[in-house]
Each structure stands twice: as C-alpha cells, then as structure tokens.
C-alpha cells in the first residue's frame, strides 16, 4: 500500500500557460484528492467597473479574456442595450454572430492544439495553430486587430463589413472547411489521441447536471444545452444550425465535440455571409454618450454562449453614468468542479490533458479569491472584519465571499432542509 | 567569458514566457509567434519551461498581487546574464487595469525591464521585432553595457556582486 503524498503543481509550469496551483493527493500514480487555486490573474475588474463609464467598460471587459473577448463585449452591451430598450439593426445583428463565430473557431482550434500538445502530439499543435492563422487574418481583416476586436458598441456595431472582405472569409472558410474534415476523420481515429483521451477523465451525464458543468464539457456528457438555441440571441433564431453532443463524457468525447462544433460555426459563417441584411450599423445616430444619459435603474441578466460554454453578465444600473454592479459568470468557473471529479482516480500523467480537457481560462475565472484562514490569529482578524475565509482579492463593498451572517443563514437553512436532501 | 556567452545567447536566445496577470491575449500571441506562420524557432528561439533554462524572460500582464512574489522568484531563478521583456501595454505600464486594487501598474514596478513591447495584444511581429532589437542593443555595439557588466561581475571581478543593477545603467536601456 503506498503511502499518500502531496504534490503541489504550479503557478508556473510547463503544461498551462496560465498560473494555476494544484495540488494533487496522490497514492503511487494515483490521484485520490486535488485542491486548486486558480486565483493568481485577479485583477480586481469588477471593482474597476463602477468607476468607469458604460462605454469604457466595454474596452475594460473586453479584456476580461484575450480569448472570448467578443463574448464578453456582447455579453455586456445586450444587457446594456435591454436598459435602454435600444433595438440593434439586423445588419449589426449578423456581424456580431460572424465575429462571435470566428472567435469560436480561432477558440476550439487553439484548444484542439493545446490539447495535442498536452498529450505529446506537438504535430496536432502545429497544424491547428496553422490553421487558426486563416481565421485570425479574417478577424483583422473585419475588425482591425487579431484580438480584442472591439467591434462591439452600444446599440450596434463599430465597423461594417465589404464586399472584398466577403470574400476573402469564404474563400478561407472553404479551406478550413477541408482541414476541419481532415481533423475530424484523423484525430479521433489517431492511435496516439485514443490511448490518451479514451475513458480519460470521465464524467457522467449525472454527474455533469449536478456539477453544473456548461459549454462543450457539458455536452460532451451528454446534457444539452447551448444558449444560442435555448436563448437566442444575436441572429442565431434566423441561422440553421446543430447542438453537439456526445455520450461517452470522456477526453475523446470533448474533442469529437469540439470538432464538431468548428464545422458547425464554419457553416454558421457560410450562412451569415449568405444573408447578410442591408441596412444601419447602430440603433441610433446619437453619439452613445447620448443614449446613455437616458439610462433607466433595474437589474439585468445576460446570457451568451462563449466558446467554453454559457457565460452571463449581471448588470445593475441606478441611472448614473456608471453601472452600480457588473458581475462575470465565466463559464470556466462553472467546470471547474468537473476537473476535480475527473482527477480523482486518475494517474498523474493525465493531469495536464485532463485539466486542459474543460478549455480552462484562469483570466476568466479569476473573479473571486476565497483562501481559508492558515491558522487562529488569521481567523480572528477575519471573523473581526466579518468576512471569513477571503484573502486581499476582495474588497469592502464586495467581500467575495461569506460573511459570517451569511454563513449562519446558510446553515440554518442547511439544516431545516435536511429532510428534502 | 562574456563574449561566449553573448554568442550563445545572440545565436539562440532561450525564452521563458510568465502570465503575471494577464488577458490571455499576449500569452497566446507569445506562443504564435513560435508556431508555423511565424516560426521563432528557426532563428534558435526555443520556449523553455524552466526560468534555470532561460536567457530572456516574456513577461505579460500588470503583474497582479498575487503573482509578484512569485515573478520576483522566477527572476532570481533565472541564470545571469538575464533579459526581461514586457510583453504588451498591461506589463509595460498596466494598461487599462492602471489603478486596479490588485495590480501594480505593470512589470518595472518589480522587476527591472530591458524591453518594452506596446500593443494590447501585442502583434507576433511586434514580438519579434521587440526580441531582435533587445538582442542588439544588448550585444557588443550597443548601448545597454549593463548585461556586460553584469556577467563580468559574475565571471571576472568578484567585487561586484552578482545580480545588482545598477540604477543608471537601468536608465540607458
């Protein structure tokens, strides 16, 4: 019988490019527990939020994520928009869908690299990163920059789209739509993927609806759910398209999902430059400024389907020039606990491909910063100010976690519940 | 010594890239840069996982609370004579987290930076660009004799020790 150890695993290493900290229980080569701490990219955005404008914020939480940061734009300016009671013209309608689909592709092809690479298979690294160059040249090509694209503003779009631009995105879609059937008859059936990705981090259908698990992890187990059919937004009610699943909840499942999905979005793509309405650009031809000043106060939740999965925005405004309240649902953080479940009793070789299997986002999932108290004193000083258990990350406004009356209600409630659970 | 080291390190610059806090955006343009379209790694760029291993170091991101003790540390683990370039607006001077209660307002506030590279995300070119000149003006014309001077501190006059930097030699670069 081996004897249990630890093994800490991070903020620096080689298999993420993000800081996270793991720690691994392990029994030999078997992991029995994991612990993570996945707050090191906590930058305090939602504190900074109430301090800027509605219309700086977009740039702000654009950079929530230098992955989806499309998915966090739009996220924001519907919920914004729903304040305002603007409605967006159908040609600005289409050009966001297209950007939100370029950046799914650009996201699963740099996934489906980073996960080869995790298991050894660099040439699968290579080539998808190849491959993600043409969608990268279509979004600067249409936006202006590879990243950040910043075609998003309040009650419309920033920049239109040509007919040479047209174009050029089919001709590239044309190819990637070749490579993606190249991927999807290869890298399932590659020896190589099979033995590291079958029955690897497993995680039932039950499972996954009781974990919360959202996006492509979900659906890999079988759940679905997608909110661009549940709850559509942008021109998604007008495109035809298909929600991916698989059942096995496995490795090789999340890849043949997300393999999936990339020829999904390339045919979304097709069908948006297909029909791609004449018309406005923005709702109003008031500067935002403008519209902005007109902001009613209420609450507002917004929903998107990111690469990674459903992400949501909870917007409050008490019609002054800044939000009261932004808080970031990352999609990321929902899977997180699907990783924990996937680890224990897996060997530690496959720790890094099943960690990489959720799409992590540490950037995203940096919101909040909870860190248990290491010894008596710390706690005192805690249960003083009231907050325990929250390290520097959270603020006075916003401890980020429980309070101790919170925690009283919380086990109240717990208890007299006891008989439905 | 030092000239042998300077080849070395002209002719294949190892590089360690460190998310401080980061978008993402940087770190994934850092890594583009080394895959086909533009292919770092035909001028000897190697990405190392280790800081023991590593000539420059990539830093991205305004370095957040939570991560500067541990930049601090990769800096002190890497070998002398050690580059560090700031990769993007946010490691160059915080960017638009500039005031954010968990950031500082980017890498120089922890570590000394030889190079700056603007953009938000930097461009792979830029990148480049920014690794070429850095590799220059480090070398034996150029002007940052702090490198220089720093590994003869190691290797030929034990008076000076290892490691210090000197602050008007920081100023040149």
Redesign the interface.
């Known amino acids: 019988m081996a004897e249990e150890t630890t093994i800490p695993i991070g903020?620096?290493?080689?298999s993420l490019?993000?800081?996270a900290n793991f720690e691994l229980t392990v029994e030999g080569e078997q992991i029995t527990g994991a612990e993570l701490s996945i707050?090191?990219?906590?930058?305090?955005?939602e504190?900074?939020v109430r301090s800027k404008s509605y219309l700086e914020n977009i740039?702000?939480l654009e950079?929530?994520?230098?992955?989806c940061?499309h998915s966090h734009t739009t996220a924001f300016v519907r919920g914004v928009e729903q304040l305002l009671g603007l409605s967006v013209p159908d040609r600005a309608r289409y050009v966001r869908t297209l950007v939100a689909e370029l950046e799914r592709l650009h996201s699963h092809l740099?996934w489906l690299g980073v996960a080869g690479h995790e298991i050894g298979f660099d040439t699968l690294w290579?080539y998808a990163?190849?491959d993600r160059?043409a969608v990268?040249d279509s979004l600067e090509e249409l936006t202006g920059n590879?990243?950040?694209y910043s075609i998003n503003t309040i009650g419309g779009v920033r920049e239109d789209i040509d007919t040479e631009t047209i174009d050029a995105i089919r001709d590239r879609m044309a190819e990637l739509s070749d490579r993606i059937d190249f991927y999807l008859e290869t890298v399932p059936a590659e020896r190589t993927v099979q033995l590291r990705c079958e029955d690897v981090g497993v995680v039932s259908k039950q499972r996954a609806q009781e974990l919360c698990a959202v996006g492509p992890t979900a659906r890999a187990s079988g759940v679905q759910g997608d909110v661009r059919k549940d709850e559509p937004y942008a021109a998604y009610d007008e495109v035809d398209f298909e929600v991916i699943t698989a059942e096995d909840g496995d490795l090789l499942a999340r890849l043949q999902v997300r393999i999936e999905e990339l020829a999904e979005s390339v045919a979304i793509i097709e069908q948006v430059l297909a029909d791609l309405p004449e018309g406005e650009l923005k709702a109003s031809q008031k500067p935002p400024q403008a519209l902005l000043a007109g902001i009613e106060s209420g609450d507002v939740l917004s929903r998107y389907e990111a690469p990674r999965g459903e992400l949501t925005h909870f917007i409050r405004s008490d019609g002054s020039d800044t939000p009261e309240r932004v808080h970031v649902r990352v999609p990321t953080l929902a899977n997180w606990p699907t990783v924990v479940e996937a680890l224990k009793g897996s060997y530690i070789a496959d720790t890094p491909i099943v960690v990489a299997g959720i799409d992590p986002?540490?950037?995203c999932t940096s919101r909040i910063?909870v860190a248990v108290a290491e010894d008596e004193a710390t706690l005192a000083d805690a249960t003083d100010s009231g907050v325990v258990g929250v390290d520097?990350?959270g603020?006075d406004d916003d401890p980020g976690g429980y309070t101790l009356d919170d925690l009283r209600e919380y086990g109240i409630e717990w208890y007299e519940g006891g008989d439905t659970r | 010594m030092g000239k042998l080291l300077e080849w070395a390190r002209s002719a294949s610059p190892w590089i360690l890239h460190l998310n401080c806090g980061s978008c993402n955006g940087c770190d994934i343009e850092t890594l583009d840069s080394l895959m086909p379209r533009y292919d770092l790694e035909r001028f000897g760029v190697l990405k190392k996982d280790t800081p023991r291993h590593a000539d420059v170091l990539v830093c991205t991101g305004p370095v957040t609370r939570q991560m500067e003790p541990r930049l601090e540390r990769i800096y002190e683990q890497m070998p002398e004579p050690k580059l560090v370039v700031a990769a993007g607006s946010c490691a160059a001077s915080g960017g638009v987290f500039q005031d954010c209660y968990s950031c500082h307002d980017g890498v120089d506030e922890v570590i000394p930076v030889d190079m700056y590279v603007p953009g938000c995300p930097i461009s792979p070119e830029a990148l480049i660009d920014g690794l070429v000149r850095l590799l220059e003006e480090s070398g034996e014309g150029g002007k940052a004799s702090r490198l220089r001077e720093r590994s003869e501190g190691i290797f030929e006059d034990s008076d000076a020790p290892a490691g210090v930097i000197d602050d008007e030699h920081v100023a040149d670069t």
């Open positions: 903020p620096q290493h080689p490019k993000e800081p707050s090191y990219n906590h930058r305090g955005i504190q900074a740039y702000l950079r929530i994520c230098g992955i940061s740099l290579q990163w190849r160059e990268m590879r990243v950040h986002c540490i950037s910063g520097e990350s603020t």
